[in-house]
């Protein structure tokens, strides 16, 4: 019997994620997510059909794209971009989506003063809610709901600072015990956890 490939298998890049991508190599921007974590993302985001989405740090819009290709027409995402000449690209992108809603805001800022409804699925994609201020995140988090993120193995671009607070992360998410989580060492390194809401809460 023939034996599986372990090549991966590249999902084709959605249209908007492709374009996203391009204006991102254009502007010399390098964060954008790599096709492995939006194919993730994207089957990440079908799991939570007419969910609320939630997007921390969108750049131009890559992941966004990704994401929007795995939704259902029900489902709705929130992306918070700081720059405003970046968040603006992103939203001409995704113009012609009604499920998308791009903000122009620090995102922990955004955090500490959202009052909306809870979010169903949260790819948390910047520095300070990905390392130090999780609990923004948590208070605006659905029971059962998804807490991703990436970037989360060793890569040429970090700066020395960058590796110990990753190091951190992955001792200290697996035993965080609002969440459920596994740690995916694959594509740049990824995180997949179910937020479990405290009880009384």
């Given at each position: 019997?023939?034996?599986?490939?372990?090549?991966?298998?590249?999902?084709?890049?959605?249209?908007?994620?492709?374009?996203?991508?391009?204006?991102?190599?254009?502007?010399?921007l390098?964060?954008?997510?790599?096709?492995?974590?939006?194919?993730?993302?994207r089957?990440?985001?079908a799991?939570?059909?007419?969910?609320r989405?939630?997007?921390?740090?969108?750049?131009?819009?890559?992941?966004t794209?990704?994401?929007?290709?795995?939704?259902?027409?029900?489902?709705?995402?929130?992306?918070?971009?700081?720059?405003?000449?970046?968040?603006?690209a992103?939203?001409?992108?995704?113009?012609?989506?009604?499920?998308?809603h791009?903000?122009t805001?620090?995102?922990?800022?955004?955090?500490?003063?959202?009052d909306?409804?809870?979010?169903d699925l949260?790819?948390v994609?910047?520095?300070?809610?990905?390392?130090?201020?999780?609990?923004?995140?948590?208070?605006?988090?659905?029971?059962?709901?998804?807490?991703?993120?990436?970037?989360?193995?060793?890569?040429?671009?970090?700066?020395?600072e960058?590796?110990?607070?990753?190091?951190?992360?992955?001792?200290?998410?697996?035993?965080?015990?609002?969440?459920?989580?596994?740690?995916?060492?694959?594509?740049?390194?990824l995180?997949?956890?179910?937020?479990?809401?405290p009880?009384?809460?």
């Amino acid at each position: 019997m023939t034996q599986p490939t372990t090549d991966a298998v590249v999902v084709p890049e959605p249209p908007l994620a492709a374009r996203a991508r391009d204006i991102a190599r254009r502007a010399n921007l390098t964060l954008a997510s790599t096709p492995e974590t939006g194919a993730f993302l994207r089957t990440m985001a079908a799991s939570k059909p007419g969910g609320r989405l939630l997007e921390l740090g969108s750049q131009t819009g890559v992941g966004t794209g990704w994401m929007l290709d795995g939704m259902d027409e029900d489902a709705t995402l929130t992306t918070i971009e700081q720059s405003p000449r970046i968040a603006d690209a992103c939203r001409k992108t995704f113009a012609g989506d009604p499920r998308v809603h791009v903000v122009t805001a620090d995102a922990t800022e955004w955090l500490e003063t959202y009052d909306g409804p809870p979010f169903d699925l949260v790819f948390v994609d910047t520095t300070t809610a990905k390392f130090e201020r999780r609990d923004l995140v948590y208070r605006h988090l659905t029971d059962g709901a998804l807490f991703l993120a990436d970037d989360l193995l060793p890569q040429p671009k970090w700066t020395d600072e960058h590796l110990p607070r990753v190091h951190r992360l992955r001792e200290e998410i697996v035993r965080e015990p609002d969440l459920v989580a596994t740690l995916v060492d694959w594509a740049s390194g990824l995180l997949v956890a179910t937020y479990r809401r405290p009880s009384g809460d």
